[in-house]
């Protein structure tokens, strides 16, 4: 093995291109010790990343990205791959405001061709390549590499299963790391697997197709069912084989001399679609990862000699660990609640709820759709469902939401973590539409927790509503230190309540910028500006006596939300102009997330730039009066 750092000879995935086994390996090896060092700066997800670093050099190695094009499923994975591809020299800007997204981005570079964050659209994506290649008439080879996980949602499925009557040249990578490597994995199948995709065995299998291509048809269809059931057998591939694919697999994924060759000789496969089965473990060549029960997924900053994380001194617990705890409480007096969380139980506060209760827990896998649809199956017959699913996240089952759950009239309790913005995991995983979406739907009670008492309450309230759907939104991190009671009790459906008394302007907040409202009459109050400030609580069914209230007692009022444009402040302007309350001169304005999908960045910054920080909440207060921000008289 050479001495000479390989890594700072590459730049680009052609850099290594000639390299031979002992190189490649000695690259991998400094792959994925940069790759530690990079996140123990920066935080990120770092344990499924180690598992395919080996399975990104080959695949750099073998195909020609990005003129082949490279699919990664969700994005979790691919820190080793923005190395290698231009991006080392930012590596430790990962996911930091301006710096590189922790996940494939088309507008950061060309070997991202697909954005992802959400899993299971790999196959789907790379399937649209195939096909407008084809159409080109171009020779180009499309990969796309999916986790096991990912595999669990049905999108997956039916992208496979459309693939074989549309492309013939399509691989897919299926990284499976929920298990170990036995030693029949690692050698007898990767053995078998550099036979199934050799050149020999497929001249064979060509010649075996000639012959039967002139029985006739029930012979010919016997022929072809025996080769892929005896390749079956051995290889456990017959499912695969059933929708059409080659199947080849499984090898193990950190053994480079068995990934280069069978990945050079299944690109050869020009007949139809190749599944290359890939045995990963995550967390792979970093001992606290390997000994964590999470493999480190998802980290903060860390010390790379101990593994131990950082962790910010907060007395307030999270969130999440609230509705978790809460859900516990409420399940203990009710035996009919149960908890469905879509393959994120520790992400959603379910992992203890599962751990007090586990044979109340329900575990679906990345489907959401099913997630839903079987709480709705659970309600129909009595039970009390709470679906446990991160906002961005919901967005996948909302169809399900619609027609298994609000018009039959269903009492799903959906819980939606990650409302509002969510810092370093950026866009794809904002919770910013859920106002908007559950809102629309007749019949739905939505709340928004202001802090973590309210969100004890509004579990409370969720528990008693037995004859029609609800949702109560909550944002990532921890709350504000307010004192939870040992039992809440549930609020009244559709009352908001006054938090603070004003004369001049009324401040309605529907969620966790409450704080920040407050903080905002306190501005406005130096200002010589009295303010009212209400926690609306309910986006549905909105508390009416109390807005029209606000509105004749104020001469503006200002709505606060963390969602986007068209949520709770739009259904607040509806409500006054069918009652006639505009007609009067009061001056009204909504305060929400821009029109835009806001980068990564620290939560506090982006809440400053979205304009709903205290500052802009009085300032915009001010304009709606007429004040002068600057001299604090009122304008001509």
């Not at 959400?118 to 390549?129: K, N, P, V």
């Not at 159409?135 to 796309?144: I, L, M, S, T």
């Not at 009061?586 to 400053?608: G, I, S």
């Amino acid at each position: 093995m050479s001495k000479t750092p390989l890594l700072d000879t590459v730049h680009v995935p052609a850099d290594f291109r000639d390299f031979d086994a002992p190189r490649l390996r000695q690259l991998a090896d400094e792959l994925r010790a940069e790759t530690i060092d990079a996140v123990s700066v920066t935080g990120g997800h770092l344990g499924a990343g180690l598992g395919v670093v080996e399975l990104t050099v080959a695949l750099h190695h073998v195909f020609e990205t990005p003129r082949d094009i490279l699919i990664w499923d969700v994005g979790h994975q691919c820190y080793p791959h923005k190395i290698l591809t231009g991006r080392r020299d930012r590596i430790r800007t990962l996911r930091q405001g301006g710096g590189l997204s922790g996940f494939t981005k088309r507008s950061e570079s060309e070997y991202d061709p697909f954005g992802a964050a959400h899993a299971s659209t790999s196959i789907s994506a790379a399937l649209g390549y195939c096909a407008a290649r084809d159409q080109r008439g171009e020779d180009n080879k499309v990969v796309a590499v999916i986790g096991d996980g990912s595999m669990s949602a049905g999108m997956a499925y039916e992208a496979m299963n459309n693939a074989a009557e549309t492309t013939r040249q399509l691989m897919v990578v299926l990284n499976d790391n929920d298990m170990s490597i036995a030693p029949p994995v690692g050698g007898m199948s990767a053995y078998l697997a550099k036979l199934v995709s050799g050149g020999a065995y497929q001249n064979l299998r060509r010649f075996g197709k000639q012959v039967a291509d002139h029985l006739p048809r029930p012979f010919r269809d016997a022929a072809r069912k025996a080769e892929e059931y005896a390749r079956g057998m051995v290889t456990g591939g017959t499912f695969f084989e059933e929708m059409g694919f080659y199947y080849i697999g499984p090898i193990d994924g950190h053994d480079l001399d068995a990934l280069v060759p069978v990945l050079k000789n299944a690109a050869a496969i020009d007949d139809r679609p190749v599944l290359v089965h890939v045995v990963t473990q995550k967390g792979k060549g970093y001992a606290p990862a390997e000994r964590s029960a999470d493999k480190y997924h998802g980290v903060v900053k860390f010390d790379v000699v101990s593994g131990k994380q950082a962790k910010a001194a907060s007395n307030a617990p999270s969130y999440t660990k609230v509705f978790g705890t809460e859900l516990i409480k409420r399940a203990e007096r009710d035996p009919r609640i149960v908890a469905i969380t879509a393959a994120m139980p520790s992400g959603t506060g379910l992992d203890l709820f599962g751990q007090a209760l586990p044979k109340r827990t329900f575990d679906v896998g990345i489907a959401e759709q099913h997630a839903v649809t079987f709480a709705a199956g659970l309600a129909a017959d009595g039970m009390k469902p709470f679906c446990a699913i991160y906002s961005t996240f919901l967005q996948r089952g909302y169809d399900q939401v619609v027609h298994d759950v609000a018009i039959q009239g269903l009492p799903v309790r959906f819980a939606m973590d990650r409302a509002g913005l969510v810092g370093a995991d950026g866009a794809t995983h904002a919770g910013s539409f859920d106002i908007g979406y559950m809102g629309a739907l007749p019949g739905m009670v939505l709340m928004a927790a202001a802090d973590e008492a309210e969100l004890a309450a509004m579990i409370a309230t969720a528990c008693e509503i037995d004859d029609r759907p609800s949702a109560f939104r909550y944002p990532r991190g921890d709350g504000v230190g307010v004192e939870i009671p040992e039992l809440a009790a549930p609020l009244e459906i559709g009352k908001g309540r006054i938090v603070r008394d004003g004369t001049t302007v009324a401040l309605l907040s529907f969620g966790t910028r409450l704080q920040e409202t407050l903080k905002a009459a306190d501005l406005l109050a130096a200002r010589g500006v009295s303010a009212t400030v209400a926690d609306a609580r309910f986006a549905k069914p909105l508390d009416e006596d109390l807005i029209l209230r606000l509105a004749r007692e104020h001469e503006a009022l200002v709505t606060i939300e963390e969602g986007a444009m068209g949520g709770f402040g739009a259904f607040v302007l509806q409500m006054l102009a069918e009652r006639g309350a505009l007609d009067t001169g009061l001056k009204v304005r909504t305060m929400h997330l821009p029109d835009t999908f806001q980068d990564h960045d620290k939560p506090d910054l982006m809440y400053a730039e979205a304009g709903l920080n205290a500052e802009h909440i009085a300032a915009r207060t001010l304009a709606a009066l007429g004040v002068d921000r600057a001299t604090g008289a009122a304008r001509a």
